[in-house]
Every structure is written in C-alpha cells, then in structure tokens.
C-alpha cells in the first residue's frame, strides 16, 4: 500500500494537553490529523488488519523530528493496516527538502512481510 498525507503531521508526544487532574490527553490538532489520515488510509487498505509482520516506509519533507512523526503514523496504522505497531519488523523514514512553494506531504509505504512468526 501507498498513500500520500498532504499538511503537517502533528506529534503525538508534542501536542499532548496536560488536565488540571495531572492526566494528559492528545490535543484536539492530533486527534483532526488522526482522524482524517485514518479516512485516506481506510480508503486505501481495503482488506481486514494484518496480523503478518510488516516494513513500514515514510517519506516526508516536513520538518518534524523522525522519531515524532513515526511514532504519530505507526500509531495513525495501527487497527487499519495493522493490529499492533509490535507487528513493525522493518522501518525507513527519509526527511527530503520542503521546496518553496511546495505543500507538506508525507508518502506512507506498508508492505506485507510474511507469515507470522
């Protein structure tokens, strides 16, 4: 599967909300990208969730720190592509330059493994 996320991807980690209880939850910013990112990847993955390990590959030129933006789309897959983010066996993720002009986009490659261990 491959699929293309136009906008910024927004960090999991950073834009947590932190309640007067102490509790964090995601911000309202996270969960809107979750959610319609969610919509492109469900249109694209029409079958069930793999229970195969898979190689994940992000390409992105948005300026996010590689680990941020991994872990925001390894979370963003999990019970559409995959039933756990422990099913990633392999993971590229490649920062390219944001040219003038250009939008943000991220390109999301999965590819199905094999059988499971």
């Known amino acids: 599967m491959e699929i293309c996320i136009t ?3 927004p960090s999991k980690k950073n834009s947590r909300l932190t309640l007067p209880n102490g509790r964090t ?3 309202q ?3 809107r ?3 319609e990112a969610r919509s492109a990847v469900r249109g694209a993955w029409l079958r069930a969730p793999t229970e195969k ?3 994940v590959e ?3 030129n948005c300026r996010n720190d590689v680990d941020n933006l ?3 789309v390894l979370d963003m897959l999990e019970a559409i592509v ?3 983010d422990r099913q990633v066996k392999e993971m590229r993720v490649r920062k390219t330059r944001k040219e003038r002009g250009e939008d943000y986009r991220t390109v999301i490659r999965v590819r199905v493994l094999g059988p499971a261990p």
């Open 29 to 31: 910013d996270y969960l």
């Open 70 to 72: 991994a872990a925001s």
């Open 58 to 60: 992000i390409e992105t």
């Open 7 to 9: 906008g910024r991807i």
């Open 53 to 55: 390990p898979v190689a």
């Open 82 to 84: 995959y039933e756990n």
């Open 25 to 27: 939850i995601p911000s």
């Open 33 to 35: 990208w979750q959610h």
